[in-house]
């Protein structure tokens, strides 16, 4: 969603964003997401081509349906009380991608070797109660294979045998990352943003396999709080390189 505000927006208020999403929803759906620790949706301001878009992804049905369809969709105009901003939605665009697609990306392409990742709003994990804030292998193909299980709900990913053989194949070979931090209720979340290229070893398989997590990420987000602006992800493939 293209925005038009006469004041300056950034990426730190796409928690604000969030609220306002709440407020829209019917009460029971948003007091159902709220109680959910799996978020089935994600959401993130972006600024490219000299304007803001609000950008919001749904990973099941009924979340499409109930977020895009029946309250996005007919949304003009929000407002930002803290701020006591208001904010013009103008062109909207809406894309789909099914599961299938994905993965028929899995079986039948054999997927570059070198996996660019590009974490573009600010990114962390939590582990033991602690905030990891780089890029961790681990933490990165367990939050997504979570995900992928929350919108999936028909089969399980998650699995220990598979995350092992994912971590021992994925290596980083180059990175150009920084840290930061993300503003939520008067804290601020340690965090990073930048580049890294993976190199997955092994089969061809688990080659597929990591493009096929890291093509989902892209719009389930990676790490914590991606309902409120962090973790978002672009993949892009390093030129030359099979």
């Known amino acids: 969603?293209?925005?038009?505000?006469?004041?300056?927006?950034?990426?730190?208020?796409?928690?604000?964003?969030?609220?306002?999403?709440?407020?829209?929803?019917?009460?029971?759906?948003?007091?159902?997401?709220?109680?959910?620790?799996?978020?089935?949706?994600?959401q993130h301001l972006e600024y490219k081509e000299k304007n803001w878009y609000w950008v919001v992804c749904c990973l099941n049905k009924e979340t499409t349906k109930t977020i895009i369809?029946?309250?996005?969709?007919?949304?003009?105009?929000?407002?930002?009380?803290?701020?006591?901003?208001?904010?013009?939605?103008?062109?909207?665009?809406?894309?789909?991608?099914?599961?299938?697609?994905?993965?028929?990306?899995?079986?039948?392409?054999?997927?570059?070797?070198?996996?660019?990742?590009?974490?573009?709003?600010?990114?962390a994990f939590k582990q033991q109660g602690k905030y990891v804030f780089y890029p961790?292998?681990?933490?990165?193909?367990?939050?997504?294979?979570?995900?992928?299980?929350?919108?999936?709900q028909e089969e399980t990913m998650l699995d220990r045998d598979t995350l092992d053989q994912l971590c021992d194949a994925a290596q980083v070979i180059r990175y150009d990352l920084?840290?930061?931090?993300?503003?939520?209720?008067?804290?601020k979340i340690p965090a990073f943003i930048g580049k890294i290229t993976i190199k997955m070893n092994g089969t061809q398989t688990m080659v597929n396999f990591a493009n096929m997590l890291f093509r989902f990420g892209e719009y389930a987000g990676v790490g914590i709080k991606t309902a409120i602006g962090m973790g978002?992800?672009?993949m892009t493939e390093e030129r030359g390189r099979k």
């Not at 961790?136 to 999936?152: E, T």
Request: hydrophobic share 35%; with cysteine.
């Open 1 to 42: 969603m293209k925005l038009k505000c006469e004041e300056e927006l950034n990426y730190q208020m796409s928690s604000l964003f969030h609220g306002v999403l709440m407020e829209l929803l019917p009460k029971e759906y948003a007091d159902y997401l709220h109680l959910s620790q799996l978020h089935p949706y994600t």
């Open 69 to 123: 369809q029946d309250t996005l969709w007919n949304t003009e105009k929000i407002e930002i009380k803290k701020r006591d901003m208001e904010i013009f939605i103008g062109q909207k665009k809406y894309d789909e991608v099914s599961y299938r697609e994905l993965m028929e990306e899995f079986y039948e392409k054999d997927a570059n070797r070198y996996i660019q990742l590009h974490f573009i709003s600010p990114t």
């Open 136 to 152: 961790d292998l681990r933490c990165i193909f367990q939050s997504l294979m979570n995900k992928y299980d929350v919108a999936v």
């Open 178 to 187: 920084k840290s930061t931090s993300f503003p939520m209720e008067g804290i």
């Open 232 to 234: 978002y992800i672009k």
